[in-house]
Nanobody, 117 residues
Framework: VQLQASGGGLVQSGGSLRLSCAAS????????MGWYRQAPGKQREFVAS???????LYVDSVKGRFTISRDNAKNTVYLQMNSLKPEDTGVYYC????????????WGQGTQVTVSS
């Protein structure tokens, strides 16, 4: 499975961005796709995930601002980010896994999101 993330950029506080992550390869085995982010000097943290059935999870800090969605026909997962804050700055990585209760097995290359104050 290969994951290609895109959509990052520089935006002012309060602005919006939409990240995309396209999956290719043995995608039939993938159930969960998600987004993580890593700010400078910090550990990578979970942001959001979505199962093949459409169940979603979010970290508390993005609830009400971010929306994860999935287009199974395009094998793509999206992260719509609204009301962005400077603390959302970081490299965003998409991940995929076959089982809900396992660790992520596949990772994309990351896309930079920078929110200026």
């Amino acid at each position: 499975v290969q994951l290609q993330a895109s959509g990052g950029g520089l935006v002012q506080s309060g602005g919006s961005l939409r990240l995309s992550c396209a999956a290719s390869g043995s995608i039939f085995s993938i159930n969960v796709m998600g987004w993580y982010r890593q700010a400078p000097g910090k550990q990578r943290e979970f942001v959001a995930s979505i199962t093949g059935a459409g169940s979603t999870l979010y970290v508390d800090s993005v609830k009400g601002r971010f929306t994860i969605s999935r287009d199974n026909a395009k094998n793509t997962v999206y992260l719509q980010m609204n009301s962005l804050k400077p603390e959302d700055t970081g490299v965003y990585y998409c991940g995929a896994k076959r089982r809900i209760y396992s660790g992520y097995e596949y990772w994309g290359q990351g896309t930079q999101v920078t929110v200026s104050s």
